[in-house]
Nanobody, 124 residues
Framework: QVQLVESGGGLVQAGGSLRLSCAAS????????MAWFRQGPGKEREFVAA????????ADADSVKGRFTVSRDNAKNTVYLQMNDLKPEDTAVYYC????WGRGDSLQDEYEYWGQGAQVTVSS
């Protein structure tokens, strides 16, 4: 059983930056593909970015390309989401998810474990 805990969310002005962290415990972190999803107010949860178990960034959503970067540190059992040039439409609860031996797909059903989420609010 893998536990995932997100941190680093908060309130930021448009154009600002935040870095989310997701700390994993209870499993062999390096064997998991990790992904970030988000759910904005009144919206369905959507894919943001993913990184395979080997550290290759396999996918990121068009809406965040060039602004968000996913990375992982297997020594710290942590995956990160660096978010730059934030926009009000990035306001959402951000979730990290884990998929054992995954390729880093964008499909939510591929991920077995989920964190509780971190709120990111971008003011205009």
């Amino acid at each position: 059983q893998v536990q995932l805990v997100e941190s680093g969310g908060g309130l930021v002005q448009a154009g600002g930056s935040l870095r989310l962290s997701c700390a994993a415990s209870g499993g062999t972190f390096r064997t998991y593909a990790m992904a970030w999803f988000r759910q904005g107010p009144g919206k369905e949860r959507e894919f943001v970015a993913a990184i395979s178990w080997s550290g290759v960034v396999t996918a990121d959503a068009d809406s965040v390309k060039g602004r968000f970067t996913v990375s992982r540190d297997n020594a710290k059992n942590t995956v990160y989401l660096q978010m730059n040039d934030l926009k009000p439409e990035d306001t959402a609860v951000y979730y990290c998810a884990a998929d054992r031996w995954g390729r880093g797909d964008s499909l939510q059903d591929e991920y077995e474990y989920w964190g509780q989420g971190a709120q990111v609010t971008v003011s205009s």
